[in-house]
RNA sequence: GCCGGUGUGGCGAAACUGGUAGACGCAGCAGACUCAAAAUCUGCCAUGGGCGACCAUGUGUCGGUUCGAGUCCGACCACCGGCACCA
């Protein structure tokens, strides 16, 4: 063995024995339950960052881990290929986006080699390949069958810098996900996908998915929006039903039904039929609604707007007293949502309330708090009573609690056929066409007398070109001429096919389900996607929450309702991995643009008299401004590339900082003494097991002839076992596990037996720690295992079971309160009885003096722990 | 406004089921080794008091439950994230 850690030549041995004997690749046959382990796959920019360098080594520390614990594991890894970037840097440099994306790939796949992942590349799938996205055409061909896709010409939301369409979860506070571009609304006809179609079921499943973060799934509750309530017609009245040429209704959502008696007006949005064949006859009124549809469409100044409206001068009745109510257009409805029309009860509703003041209009209350804290809405009016309570003015219904009441109203509604129960939903269908080029093509041909004809399966994958060069000006496929002209699948006819691509969410919406079978060119899944779903472990970022996580678990249910995958739910545990922090560091100069330091050139120390902290530039010593922690991103300069790391100290040294440093949910700040100390640690556990070697081959270990400190060292070895087990395989905390193995380490260095048993419970400590250590750091440990004299390589090794006689012990130390209070510690046999113990406890000197004499009140004794004496 | 999360030393954090608050590491200080520096090793390291054994205080704030509260309950404050004229 060397004396000298070398991580460089260390790690590129350990890799090549890994490929050598073919360690990381998965085996549905293979023994043991199976533990599928996902790290959501990288868009490939370029080169990897910090953040993937975290997610990555989360996922590989779980897998080897998993494998150690027996567990068939499969960890496999991909490339979310499609996508703009390809097209931006095509046009800034010539090269297509297909060479593009694969030379990215190939570096990349480099780069991930290096950090020493166990994964199992020849499941590997890249969402350009053809013969990955031909199953994206084919499934969206079998959703089109079933009525699962369809397409529908609407306002969408265009965004101008990326000139294509955005789904409404990709459109951030007004603005495009990618580009911050002020989203614009056009009318295009575009492919939906009917997610809306599994509200319900996306909504349900939610609460069974125990092993997913709280947040995430109130995030996703929340986006999909789910509202019990009753749609409720109201009549027209004679001037309505003379103005729309027939004796209609106008139909209005609400989950107040309880308060329907208290409905003084009905509002409806600017786009409303009503409002708008109204607005036909009235100048001012079409003045009005022209000035509501070209609001802003950014939603943050919507919820600031103050409330406008107009009466339409119609009426409509209501239902169940009959009585004329007034019609508005209002500014604060909206037609996206519900029936684009609501009934008003100023009494019970903020904004009917605020609404109703402005204009002067009745207000009627219905409901009574059942405290008697609010009875009714008198003048001066301050505010709406929104809350439930019991029903009053309200006729037949009287005295009700709101939700009976909102039974026995919908009753009522129901036996007039004028209302029923409804449910509501926030989530609205997914938009997937985009006037892109490097994506999916959409596998639809339209033909001028057949129509949109679906590309036969036969001859699918609708193959995208590769040798096209986007200019900036539109779609590229239309301009093609090899692609764009085609013959009609049904009559034969010249034919045109469809330029559209999918959003490349779909892409990723069920890649991990290939990775099970990536090699079956016959079929989208087979048997083995049953074998390995669903994902045991899923492992990505807290950006992701929504979107993908959303879209995937929908994509899912349509190929289980299809009877193409068993699993309904995707994804069993998931653990959103916190972001990588680093300072940022700027100068604003007297002209010009704000200028970023990368914090690698700068000195930052903090003043202790003032605690500000000053920022000084190494180069000059001049200072700059301090703006704090910030996520790693080009645009502030602030990252660390991973490649100067694993250059500079080891892919092992990187791991070990990763998770060391933080939580894997919790954020994670940069720190260059960290990756030091980190560096440190193997160092000297390098060193400690150098130091064992060197003195020779132990004997083997006889428990019973050991010394009082030897058995020490052996119960502290075995208890890490069991604390790195538990932190590991249960908690998956990872920092405290590693913690644990340094413990170890600092009791090794203190053992200084010299005996041949103390030199072989020293053997047994290093093995455990480098067993413990191997999962985080795999290739030192691979090393040091081979150093220690283990012939078995170590990646085919399994945990070792902490040894329970290697845990007890002869005395245990109790703490000793008075009043709650530490007073003193004792020394007892840990089966002695509790008087034995609180006899010991009262003995103590310390213990006494805070009893001055008096015999204790109560004295409770925690068996092993501590002794809690009440004066 | 609604929903979710987080508040612990100079810093990253630990304390899992109510039972020794600050494990482990970083930084710092002192010492050893060295011609010297780096590296390495040893010790100290919440705050205040005491030569010391120890004592008092201390987990965002205020109150409660308990023999005992960072942990449970109630009210609040601050910050972070998501959603939002959603009827």
């Not at 009235?282 to 009005?288: E, P």
Request: with cysteine; glycine share 8%; net charge negative.
């Amino acid at each position: 063995m060397q004396e000298r850690y070398d991580p460089a030549a260390i790690e590129s041995a350990a890799q090549a024995d890994w490929a050598a004997h073919r360690a990381d690749v998965a085996d549905e046959n293979a023994a043991g339950e199976k533990f599928y382990c996902l790290s959501m796959f990288p868009y490939p920019s370029g080169r990897l960052h910090m953040g993937h360098v975290r997610n990555y080594t989360i996922g590989d520390v779980l897998s080897r881990f998993m494998r150690m614990q027996g567990r068939n594991v499969l960890q496999p890894m991909g490339w979310d290929a499609f996508g703009l970037p390809a097209e931006n840097a095509a046009m800034a440099n010539g090269v297509p986006p297909a060479k593009w994306t694969r030379d990215n790939i190939a570096y990349m796949k480099r780069q991930l080699k290096s950090l020493g992942l166990s994964i199992d590349w020849s499941r590997e799938v890249a969402t350009c390949d053809p013969d990955y996205y031909k199953w994206n055409q084919w499934l969206f061909l079998r959703m089109l069958e079933k009525g699962v896709a369809y397409k529908k010409t609407g306002v969408v939301n265009w965004d101008p810098i990326d000139q294509t369409v955005l789904a409404n979860e990709q459109v951030i506070d007004g603005r495009g996900w990618r580009t911050g571009a002020l989203v614009e609304k056009r009318e295009i006809p575009m492919y939906y996908l009917r997610i809306t179609g599994q509200a319900d079921a996306l909504r349900d499943a939610l609460d069974g998915l125990e092993g997913w973060p709280e947040r995430v799934r109130a995030m996703q509750a929340n986006w999909i929006g789910r509202s019990h309530g009753v749609d409720v017609d109201f009549p027209y009245a004679d001037d309505t039903t003379a103005l729309l040429g027939n004796a209609g209704k106008l139909r209005v959502f609400t989950t107040r039904a309880d308060t329907l008696m208290g409905a003084t007006y009905v509002a409806v949005a600017a786009e409303h039929p009503v409002a708008l064949a109204a607005a036909a006859g009235n100048a001012a009124l079409a003045a009005f609604v022209e000035e509501c549809r070209q609001g802003s469409t950014m939603e943050a100044d919507l919820a600031t707007q103050e409330k406008k409206g107009m009466p339409t001068g119609l009426h409509v009745l209501h239902p169940l007293s009959g009585e004329r109510l007034p019609v508005f257009v209002a500014n604060y409805v909206l037609m996206a949502y519900g029936e684009g029309a609501v009934m008003a009860v100023p009494a019970h509703d903020e904004r009917d309330f605020e609404f109703a003041q402005k204009y002067g209009l009745p207000m009627r209350t219905v409901i009574a708090s059942k405290t008697g804290a609010y009875s009714e809405v008198v003048a001066p009016w301050v505010d709406a009573y929104g809350e439930h309570g019991i029903t009053v003015n309200s006729g037949a219904f009287d005295g009700l609690e709101s939700s009976a009441a909102v039974d026995a109203i919908a009753a009522a509604l129901a036996a007039k056929n004028l209302g029923q129960k409804r449910v509501q939903f926030r989530l609205r269908d997914w938009g997937i066409s985009r006037q892109r080029y490097w994506g999916c093509p959409i596998p639809i041909i339209h033909c001028p007398s057949c129509g949109d004809v679906p590309v036969p399966d036969k001859d699918l994958p609708v193959r995208l070109p590769e040798d096209l060069l986007p200019d900036g000006s539109g779609n590229p496929l239309a301009k093609s001429a090899a692609f764009l002209h085609c013959k009609c699948p049904t009559c034969g006819g010249d034919a045109r096919r469809e330029t559209d691509t999918m959003d490349t969410f779909v892409d990723s919406s069920w890649y991990f389900i290939r990775y099970a079978c990536r090699d079956n060119a016959e079929a989208m899944v087979d048997a083995r996607v049953d074998y390995w779903l669903p994902v045991d472990h899923y492992i990505g970022g807290i950006e992701h929450a929504i979107l993908h996580l959303l879209y995937a678990r929908f994509w899912t249910r349509v190929m289980h309702d299809m009877g193409l995958v068993r699993v309904a739910e995707p994804f069993s545990n998931l653990l959103t991995q916190g972001m990588v922090l680093n300072h940022i560091f700027h100068r604003t100069p007297a002209a010009g643009r704000r200028e970023y330091f990368n914090p690698a050139d700068v000195d930052l120390a903090v003043d202790p008299a003032t605690k500000q902290s000053r920022a000084t530039l190494k180069s000059d010593g001049s200072e700059i401004t301090y703006e704090g922690l910030g996520t790693m991103s080009k645009s502030r300069n602030n990252g660390v590339d991973p490649n100067s790391l694993t250059e500079k100290y080891g892919a092992d040294t990187a791991r070990l900082f990763m998770m060391f440093t933080a939580p894997p949910e919790q954020s994670l700040e940069w720190s260059d003494e960290g990756v030091l100390g980190a560096n440190r640690f193997l160092r000297r556990v390098w060193k400690a097991v150098f130091d064992h070697v060197s003195g020779g081959s132990p004997v083997s270990l006889d428990a019973a002839s050991l010394d009082a400190a030897d058995k020490d060292l052996r119960r502290i070895a075995h208890q890490t076992l069991s604390k790195v087990k538990d932190d590991i395989g249960r908690r998956r905390i990872f920092n405290t596990a590693i913690a644990a193995v340094m413990e170890l380490m600092n009791a090794i260095g203190r053992h200084a037996g010299e005996g041949p048993q103390a030199r072989a419970v020293r053997q047994e400590a290093l093995e455990i720690a480098v067993l413990c250590l191997s999962p985080i750091v795999p290739h030192i440990t691979h090393a040091l295992w081979q150093a220690l004299g283990q012939a078995e390589p170590l990646y085919r090794v399994r945990w070792r079971e902490a040894d329970p006689s290697a845990l007890t012990q002869d005395l245990v130390e109790v703490v000793v309160q008075v009043n709650g209070k530490l007073r003193g510690r004792i020394s007892v046999s840990p089966d002695a009885a509790n008087e034995v113990v609180e006899a010991a406890a009262l003995a103590d000197a310390n213990v006494q003096r805070f009893l001055e004499g008096k015999p204790p009140r109560k004295v409770i004794v925690v068996r092993g722990k501590l002794v809690n004496i009440v004066a």
